[in-house]
């Protein structure tokens, strides 16, 4: 079976502080995906990353860093310099490949809220 | 390129009515994701289908949960018979599906959800 724990619920910070949320999965499967995903306010939800189980190199987009280790499994997301503008739901989720479905598993999410 | 588009934003129904929500998928996409978030959790999976075929539906109740995507149109989940714990966040989401060898899954984008309230 997948799963995926955020075991963070909150976070609150202040902004231009750096926040980490963690995420760590389960999964049989050899090759699978992992993703992350942002709720704000409004509801919606949207893409941030999509990284495969064959490529460990961590990745940056500007103020956005994701931290990939196989050997926790565990797909970790740092904001640097919070800005109030990223205060949202956060959602790690999974993806396999077995069974030919490509239904992504979530985590509970993580509600982050950045103060001015 | 539009996005995926989900009708109607909100919808309220009385118990034991119907409720049909619809889900028009990206342009150039033939894979279509149904989630369901109850208040104060996560998404879970409830049905996965391709044009005129369901893939994957381990996720749907087994009774009053249909979902369908036809050759032409957007695909719709029909909930029968509505009751309040059905109430809900109802999210799509679509994408180009698997690509060469199964080997590569395409981000999945999502909707703005239907917010169905069941009074």
């Known amino acids: 079976a997948q799963k995926v724990t955020q075991a963070q619920t909150e976070i609150s910070v202040v902004e231009k502080e750096d926040v980490t949320l963690d995420c760590v999965y389960e999964?049989?499967?050899?090759?699978?995906?992992l993703f992350w995903y942002k709720q704000p306010p409004s509801g919606e939800l949207v893409f941030l990353i999509r990284?495969?189980?064959?490529?460990?190199q961590n990745e940056i987009s500007g103020r956005y860093s994701w931290n990939f280790q196989k050997s926790t499994s565990s797909f970790n997301f740092t904001i640097t310099a919070s800005q109030v503008v990223d205060s949202a739901v956060y959602f790690c989720?999974?993806?396999?490949?077995?069974?030919?479905?490509?239904?992504?598993?979530f985590g509970k999410g993580m509600k982050l809220t950045v103060n001015p | 390129n539009a996005g995926v588009m989900q009708n109607p934003r909100h919808l309220v129904r009385r118990r034991g009515q119907e409720a049909r929500l619809r889900c028009s998928p990206m342009?150039?996409?033939?894979?279509v994701y149904w989630y369901r978030q109850l208040p104060e959790e996560g998404l879970k999976f409830m049905v996965y289908?391709?044009?005129?075929?369901?893939?994957?539906e381990s996720g749907m109740p087994k009774e009053r949960f249909s979902a369908e995507f036809p050759k032409e149109g957007p695909s719709i989940l029909r909930i029968q018979q509505v009751v309040r714990g059905d109430s809900a966040a109802y999210f799509c989401?679509?994408?180009?599906?698997?690509?060469?060898?199964?080997?590569?899954?395409?981000?999945?984008?999502f909707g703005p959800g239907t917010r169905l309230t069941v009074l």
């Open positions: 990284r495969n189980s064959f490529d460990e």
């Open positions: 342009k150039g996409h033939s894979h």
């Open positions: 289908l391709q044009k005129e075929n369901i893939i994957d």
């Open positions: 989401a679509s994408s180009a599906g698997t690509g060469d060898a199964g080997l590569v899954h395409n981000e999945q984008f």
């Open positions: 999964t049989r499967d050899t090759t699978y995906y």
């Open positions: 989720a999974l993806s396999g490949s077995q069974g030919g479905s490509e239904k992504l598993v």
